[in-house]
């Protein structure tokens, strides 16, 4: 059962009835008379006595706590309404107060409270030897001594005993009062001391001696001078803290970082903490929402400083945190526009948050980008010219090479330091001290670095500028593997037109010159014209396709054979005509066709041969035969001039089948087109 209370008229109503409890016969809505012997006062529903006055007005609240809880504590409570119509109902009230009935605002000020202790355990473990850890867990476990009494007191139906009203009450004020004590001392040591440890005994002797006086009622007027004030000077304290730590740690990156991170957490959550519940009160006027859910600022802005000082996740501050600031500014100057119209300009209220939202859209957020990009401005190499400036690295010579690299480091990322990094280190960039360095690994020769103070100390390394690093180097080894693999290339194909014209050409030209008749130095001559050429062609051309190669071997096979009379039955049917052909298979190739066709002219005296050259799934197959007079006697071991063709066609992972067609030889080859196949 809920009660709320109407404050024009001062009329206490039923707000809701459990279906299933002990007053499921009184009326939802109605306007209660007496409860017992006494009538209740929009007072007695108070979720925070704190609001109370004075001393006088909140020891008479609680008094009638006290009597209301004697009240509802007897067997059987009458209840009286007043509205729709006067009537009487006898409640008899239920022992225990079950668990599902307890609100929301309870289960968030009881989590709040479990989550902050665990957090401050959590860092306290990980620096159990550092001031500022030790302050956390103490502000960690201030809020469940706030937290925990409040959930209490403020989700009772109606009352509780005076007596204990008054203890709950005494210590929510204490682990408040801690709160802001520990966290004040924490931004006075951290990240830099500000103050000695003996001025630091004084933050708990004040606001010690303030608790005790408030829990006495003496001295101050009433519980809002006592604890509100006292609340409100500790986050100014601690706000004032805060810019000056930022002052002295303006030449520390880490130290600027975490308190930043501070700053942060503080304005956004102990600033709202403050608009919308403290100073509400201060003032009179009634808060907008519930203490007890203001409970999770609380809680957010301990998460936020407990972050900062465990030093885990400090660099990635500069983007999103402005982003918070500033839509959070937006946010701010909506609610105070629409207030200011709807009080000054007498505007209603669609009308006044219309006109805001359209302020804040057309004003505010033009000006928050300009800011930003005042404030944050980009001082990196847009991609491509970083690619050509990686390109320059990778192709230039040794003794300038490490200084490109280093001057791209510098203007990407603007260190103020940059030294030789660990030999023997990781194979990627990696944060290091906090943020304060980037490493950079080794890269293909290129010794590694270490960038200390980015942006001229402006900021720590993110995790952002770590993958940065990381795309610049793989770009880098990606260049000079591709220089490498080219140079390695162009050497291979050097030798190999080194080798081809002195094995092949040279041992040609030598047979030339040595030989005894004159067709055969023409053929040879011409043999050795028509290697040249394609060694030219090649290399102009980077190769032929097979397609090419068969056309200029059927060329030159013709115009030798007709010189010889001898006729030529050529057919090729390939289904790889346009595959490229690697200069080391296309020099094959024209080998064992040359030598067959060397072998017939010389040795067979046939009058027509048949060649016959077709592939199948990358692999080559070659049959000619002739009419001539076929293998000689004793070819088994002194292999009458075909040893080089059969060793040509074993070099290329095939095979050779060599036999007597009675009459006339018959030759077939089988060889792979690639170095990758195999037959």
Not at 102 to 118: C, K, M, N
Not at 421 to 447: F, K, M, Y
Not at 585 to 610: C, F, M, P, Q, T
């Amino acid at each position: 059962m809920t009660f709320s209370a109407e404050d024009w008229s001062a009329i206490v109503r039923i707000e809701s009835v459990a279906s299933d409890g002990p007053a499921r016969m009184l009326p939802q809505g109605a306007a209660v008379a007496t409860i017992g012997d006494m009538m209740p006062e929009p007072g007695d529903l108070i979720e925070e006595p704190d609001v109370a006055e004075s001393y006088k007005a909140l020891s008479r609240f609680f008094e009638r706590q006290a009597l209301l809880s004697r009240v509802i504590g007897r067997e059987l409570v009458a209840i009286t309404t007043a509205e729709p119509e006067a009537s009487q109902v006898l409640v008899k009230p239920a022992a225990h107060r079950p668990i599902t009935s307890l609100p929301g605002v309870f289960w968030v000020q009881l989590l709040t409270g479990l989550a902050t202790l665990v957090i401050g355990a959590w860092v306290w473990s990980l620096r159990r030897h550092d001031a500022a850890a030790w302050l956390l867990a103490v502000a960690g476990l201030s809020i469940p001594v706030a937290a925990f009494p409040a959930a209490i007191y403020s989700s009772r139906e109606l009352a509780l005993p005076g007596a204990l009203f008054h203890v709950l009450t005494a210590i929510n004020h204490f682990g408040t009062l801690l709160f802001g004590v520990a966290m004040l001392a924490l931004f006075l040591i951290y990240p830099r001391r500000l103050v000695s440890n003996r001025a630091l005994w004084l933050l708990p002797i004040v606001f010690g001696g303030v608790w005790i006086l408030d829990t006495l009622q003496v001295v101050f007027r009433g519980p809002v001078e006592a604890m509100h004030v006292s609340i409100v000077i500790l986050m100014a304290a601690i706000m004032m803290s805060a810019v000056v730590q930022y002052f002295f740690g303006r030449r520390d990156p880490a130290a600027r970082a975490a308190i930043r991170w501070f700053a942060l957490s503080v304005v956004l959550c102990a600033g709202t903490f403050v608009s919308v519940i403290i100073l509400p009160n201060l003032f009179g006027v009634r808060p907008s929402i519930s203490q007890g859910y203001a409970f999770v600022l609380f809680g957010l802005l301990f998460v936020g400083v407990a972050v900062g000082v465990a030093r885990h996740r400090l660099f990635e501050l500069e983007g999103w945190a402005f982003s918070i600031l500033s839509y959070f500014g937006a946010f701010v100057l909506l609610l105070l526009l629409d207030a200011a119209l709807i009080v000054f300009m007498a505007m209603d209220r669609p009308g006044a948050f219309a006109v805001s939202l359209l302020v804040v859209a057309l004003v505010y957020l033009p000006f928050r980008n300009w800011m930003a990009r005042r404030l944050m401005p980009r001082g990196e190499l847009d991609r491509e010219t970083l690619f050509g400036r990686i390109v320059d690295v990778a192709l230039a010579k040794d003794t300038v090479q490490e200084e490109r690299w280093r001057q791209i480091l510098s203007e990407t990322f603007q260190p103020l330091h940059l030294s030789d990094g660990i030999a023997g280190g990781a194979n990627e960039p990696a944060i290091e001290e906090d943020g304060l360095a980037l490493a950079i690994p080794r890269i293909a020769g290129l010794a590694p670095v270490r960038l200390s103070y980015a942006y001229r100390g402006r900021r720590l390394f993110s995790p952002r500028d770590r993958r940065f690093a990381a795309d610049i180097c793989a770009m880098l080894a990606h260049a000079i593997a591709s220089r490498d693999a080219r140079e390695k290339g162009a050497t291979d194909e050097r030798m190999r037109i080194a080798r081809d014209m002195h094995d092949n050409m040279g041992a040609q030209l030598l047979s030339a010159l040595r030989s005894e008749t004159s067709e055969r130095k023409n053929t040879l001559i011409r043999e050795t014209i028509s290697d040249l050429r394609d060694i030219v062609n090649n290399a102009a051309r980077g190769g032929k396709t097979l397609e090419e190669v068969l056309a200029d071997l059927r060329i030159e096979a013709l115009e030798r054979l007709a010189a010889a009379d001898i006729a030529l039955d050529w057919r090729d049917s390939n289904k790889d005509g346009d595959t490229m052909l690697a200069p080391n298979i296309a020099y094959a190739l024209r080998s064992i066709l040359r030598e067959i066709v060397s072998n017939a002219i010389r040795h067979s005296g046939a009058s027509r041969i048949r060649l016959r050259f077709s592939t199948e799934n990358g692999i080559a197959l070659l049959d000619v035969s002739d009419n001539g007079n076929g293998l000689a006697p004793g070819y088994e071991t002194n292999g009458n001039g075909l040893a080089n063709l059969e060793a040509r066609v074993t070099a290329l992972n095939g095979a050779l089948v060599i036999g007597d067609a009675k009459p006339g030889l018959i030759v077939r080859a089988r060889f792979p087109l690639s170095e990758s196949k195999t037959t």
